[in-house]
């Protein structure tokens, strides 16, 4: 970060300083140069052609550990949507006739009974140009490189968008210089305030105070957690993320307490049946066994480690706290468990981005 923005922060004294002091590009640079130990991104930014298969598009998120990626129509000369892994999802219970109890838009009628019409033949072999935005949940949203990143949290509270195409200004047309998240201003976030910035007492100097009240006390405790249980089917589960437009669900023990938390299953686990000849077969394992499964492989990958994780945070701790361990996690949502493993609220980075405003 700039010695002027390091000033503005120190005269200021709040978040919000940093936020207006710094550009969306200036935070893109300082994820490239790997500095305040934000969180990489790949170094060019990535769009996908919109011929790509359905395959190629969730094998190129896979390959470069991203969620979403713009879709760029070379015959029609620019961006003509978003592809994440929302849309896989839907594109996989359109198939599978098991859609939304709403529904669609009329305009969007046709377009899905052509997705399944070419899905028949090969699933895997449909062009992403036809699924882009077919869960409606991921908006095609810009914004300037020399725009300050408080507009940036503006734009993902009030647009619902969870990442942004950002634009920077070329000698004839704005150039596309890449994507900007809601992990990276949560990384932001966390290398300016608390333990990663360096301080020993973040109470003492820290320049949000919002960030020192706990989870509770911000009103994220309690609230129903949508949930599945061990025996429901991948399936199942991932019906449920998009009847409840979410990108995540726990999976828990029901009993007379309360829900006892065992995992929890992605939209981006789609990945593991988009990718394998066979792996549509896995839409019908049941949910706990998919995930450990899937974490065991994982584990393997990551040098031997067969620990099934799941990211909890405590109705105490902190929201500072919390944001750190998402930076440091790279995780979207964390759990907010009562004791080892009694469930009682969830906390995702959207539920964070309006909070970064006060």
């Known amino acids: 970060m700039s010695d002027s923005i390091a000033e503005a922060i120190k005269s200021e004294g709040s978040l919000n300083a940093l936020f207006n002091s710094t550009t969306c590009g200036d935070l893109m640079r300082a994820v490239d140069s790997g500095s305040n130990k934000l969180a990489s991104r790949p170094t060019h930014p990535i769009c996908l052609d919109s011929e790509l298969s359905v395959t190629e598009g969730c094998e190129a998120l896979a390959a470069n550990k991203i969620t979403s990626a713009p879709i760029y129509d070379a015959a029609k000369g620019g961006f003509v ?5 929302r849309d896989l999802v839907a594109y996989v219970l359109s198939v599978l006739h098991k859609v939304a109890k709403d529904a669609p838009p009329p305009d969007a009628t046709l377009e899905v009974t052509d ?7 090969n699933k895997g072999d449909v062009p992403i140009k036809l699924i882009s935005n077919l869960s409606h949940l991921n908006p095609l949203a810009t914004v300037q ?6 507009e940036a949290v503006e734009d993902f509270t009030q647009k619902r968008a969870h990442r942004l195409i950002v634009l920077e200004p070329d000698s004839e047309a704005s150039q596309f210089a890449g994507i900007l998240s809601q992990s990276t201003i949560a990384a932001l976030v966390a290398s300016r305030v608390g333990k990663l910035a360096g301080v020993t007492n973040p109470k003492e100097k820290c320049i949000w105070p919002t960030g020192n009240k706990t989870l509770e006390e911000v009103g994220l405790v309690g609230k129903e957690v949508v949930s599945v249980i061990p025996e429901d089917t991948v399936l199942e589960a991932l019906y449920t993320m998009h009847e409840n437009h979410l990108s995540s669900v726990a999976i828990v023990e029901r009993g007379s307490h309360g829900n006892d938390l065992v995992g929890s ?4 686990d789609i990945k593991m049946v988009l990718s394998a000849r066979s792996g549509w077969r896995r839409l019908y394992e049941n949910c706990y066994d998919f995930f450990t499964s899937l974490r065991y492989e994982q584990g393997l990958e990551a040098g031997g480690d067969d ?24 995780a979207h949502r964390v759990w907010i468990c009562s004791g080892a493993s009694r469930l009682v609220g969830v906390v995702s980075l959207s ?3 309006p909070l970064l405003l006060q």
């Open 81 to 85: 949507g978003m592809l994440d892994y």
């Open 115 to 121: 997705i399944v019409k070419r899905a028949l033949s």
């Open 145 to 150: 490189a020399s725009s300050c990143v408080r």
């Open 265 to 268: 299953i992605s939209m981006t």
């Open 307 to 330: 620990r099934v994780p799941t990211y909890i945070v405590h109705p105490h701790s902190t929201l500072i706290a919390t944001i750190e361990k998402l930076a440091a996690t790279r």
């Open 351 to 353: 539920d964070i981005m």
